[in-house]
C-alpha cells in the first residue's frame, strides 16, 4: 500500500508546489452551463498544466481518463444542495476507503471553527484524519473561520492563522484557505502553519490579472501552491489560462509575461 509522502508527490511537485483545479462544485451548486461537459473540460484543463484536480465520486468514476494521469482528491463530505435547506450542516458522506477504491490520491473535507456546527465539522474532520493515517492516505482540510455563514467580516488574519493552525494540529497534511491581500497577516498564517497552505479561489469571478497577482502574491509569500475553481472553468478559455498560472507556479514567471503568454494569438 502506497505511504503518504508517495501519494503527496503526485499532488505537491518537486519544487514543493502545487497547482490544484477544483471542479466539486456540482457536489452542491449547479454548475452548467460551463460544466455541461465535464470530460471535454477536465482534458482541456490537464493539458494545460494542472497538477491535480479536486473532485466528486461521479466524475472520478465516470470519467477517469479525462484526469490524464493527474492528482485526484475527492471531496467526502457533502448531503445538501442548493435546492435544499440551508440551515443544515455538510455531512460526512463518502470514506477514505471509497476514495482508494476509485484510485483518489488525496481526500479533502470542511473545516468550519466558530461556525453554527463547529463541533460536527471538527468531529468529522478528525474521524477523516483518524482513517486516512489508517490507510495512509494525505487529507486536505479547507479551513474557512466562521464557515461560509460568516462572510468575509469572519476572516480576519487571527480568524484565518487560529483557523489553519488548527487543522494542523488536528493532523492534516494540507491545508486550503483564503487570501485576503493583506501580505503581513498571510505571512503569520504561514510561519504558524507547520503544513503546506493553499490558497482557494472564491465564489467571486476577478479579472485576469487580479487572480494572477493574488496567485503570486501568496507564492511569493510561503504558500504552496493555489486550488482554483470557478474562476478557471468559467473562463473563456480555460486551458490557456490554466497555462498561465502553471508557469507563476513552478516556472515563477512574472505575472506580466504570464498575462502575455495568456493573450497570445496562436
Not at 466528486?56 to 482528491?73: C, N, Q, R, S
Not at 443544515?88 to 468550519?112: N, P, Y
Not at 486536505?140 to 469572519?154: I, V
Amino acid at each position: 500500500m502506497a505511504n503518504k509522502i508517495h501519494r503527496l508527490n503526485h499532488i505537491i511537485k518537486e519544487d514543493k508546489r502545487t497547482f490544484i483545479v477544483a471542479i466539486d462544485h456540482g457536489n452542491i451548486f449547479n454548475v452548467l452551463p460551463e460544466l455541461m461537459k465535464p470530460e471535454k473540460i477536465i482534458k482541456e484543463i490537464a493539458k494545460g498544466g494542472a497538477d491535480a484536480f479536486l473532485a466528486t465520486v461521479g466524475l472520478v468514476d465516470k470519467f477517469p481518463d479525462a484526469f490524464m494521469d493527474k492528482g485526484i482528491i475527492l471531496r467526502l463530505d457533502g448531503g445538501m444542495s442548493m435546492l435544499g435547506n440551508k440551515d443544515k450542516s455538510l455531512e460526512r458522506i463518502f470514506t477514505v476507503e471509497d476514495a482508494l477504491r476509485l484510485g483518489a490520491d488525496a481526500v479533502i473535507c470542511m473545516g468550519f471553527p466558530g461556525s453554527k456546527w463547529e463541533e460536527k465539522y471538527l468531529k468529522n474532520l478528525s474521524r477523516n484524519v483518524a482513517e486516512c493515517n489508517k490507510w495512509g492516505v494525505p487529507l486536505l482540510a479547507e479551513m474557512l473561520p466562521m464557515g461560509f455563514e460568516g462572510g468575509e467580516g469572519s476572516r480576519t488574519d487571527d480568524n484565518l492563522a487560529f483557523a489553519c493552525r488548527l487543522g494542523a494540529e488536528m493532523g492534516a497534511d494540507m491545508i486550503k484557505t483564503y487570501y485576503t491581500g493583506c501580505k503581513e497577516g498571510f505571512r503569520k498564517l504561514i510561519e504558524s502553519t507547520y503544513v503546506p497552505v493553499v490558497i482557494l479561489g472564491g465564489g467571486k469571478r476577478i479579472n485576469e490579472e487580479k487572480l494572477l497577482r493574488d496567485i503570486k502574491e501568496a507564492l511569493d509569500i510561503g504558500a504552496s501552491g493555489v486550488a482554483i475553481g470557478r474562476n478557471i472553468w468559467k473562463h473563456p478559455n480555460p486551458q490557456r489560462l490554466t497555462a498561465a498560472i502553471a508557469k507563476i507556479v513552478h516556472g515563477d514567471y512574472s505575472v506580466n509575461i504570464a498575462l502575455k503568454e495568456l493573450n497570445k494569438i496562436y
